[in-house]
């Protein structure tokens, strides 16, 4: 926190000679040593198509654009994003069928990645009493929900409101686009209603669950308070 604020990317928390704090642009992108933020340091690549050697350096110069700066380059960066993790590279269209067979490659990704977690003690309590035995064949049979309630939870961050934004799905599309060229257009297809929110029902369709299924978000708020 800076004051009373919190930085975004490219800025961090500066003081002015008068003692008040604000949130200027960083001055230097420095090595990330933090292991759980390694991708800091690999090249990203933009909305503009451009690769970057970070996301700090690409933060850095829309910060730089946005306060109007001389290091700006151009007026474009003052929107400029990371679109996905990697150089940027020619992504293949998603063709129908794979599209077609894309939420069962979802909830099997989701529910593995669910297991693994449990099995470093990296999963929440909560979650982990989803994990179905081996011989318990009737958990067994909702292990598709509950990897996917339980991701629909781990993305609804800023804000917990219930609903997943676009912004709330970038930890789940960056890191994947270059290697996996169905993951925007599904992402997309979720927002069934095209409001920029995907609510857990929407999440539910999307990922192959038959309608009907019975959605909850009592396991989200056994991890936060709505």
């Not at 451009?50 to 700090?56: L, R, V």
């Not at 049979?141 to 676009?166: E, G, M, Q, Y």
């Amino acid at each position: 926190m800076c004051g009373k604020n919190r930085c975004g990317p490219g800025r961090t928390c500066m003081v002015k000679d008068d003692g008040e704090l604000y949130c200027g642009c960083v001055t230097e992108c420095r090595p990330e040593r933090d292991e759980r933020r390694k991708h800091v340091c690999v090249q990203v690549c933009s909305k503009h198509n451009e690769t970057w050697p970070s996301d700090c350096e690409l933060y850095k110069m829309r910060c730089e654009c946005v306060e109007e700066m001389d290091s700006c380059a151009h007026v474009k960066y003052k929107h400029a994003h990371v679109d996905y993790y990697g150089a940027c590279r020619d992504i293949p269209e998603c063709l129908d069928e794979e599209m077609e067979d894309f939420p069962r490659r979802m909830r099997e990704w989701l529910f593995n990645i669910m297991k693994d977690l449990a099995t470093r003690k990296e999963l929440e309590d909560p979650y982990v009493e989803l994990i179905p035995g081996e011989k318990d064949e009737e958990s067994f049979s909702r292990r598709w929900v509950n990897a996917v309630i339980w991701k629909f939870c781990d993305l609804d961050t800023a804000p917990h409101d219930r609903a997943v934004s676009r912004h709330e799905l970038f930890p789940i599309r960056a890191p994947l686009q270059a290697m996996e060229h169905c993951i925007a257009p599904f992402l997309n297809k979720c927002d069934a209603n095209d409001d920029h929110r995907i609510t857990l029902e929407e999440w539910g369709l999307c990922l192959g669950l038959k309608p009907g299924t019975l959605f909850s978000l009592s396991l989200c708020t056994h991890i936060r308070h709505f």
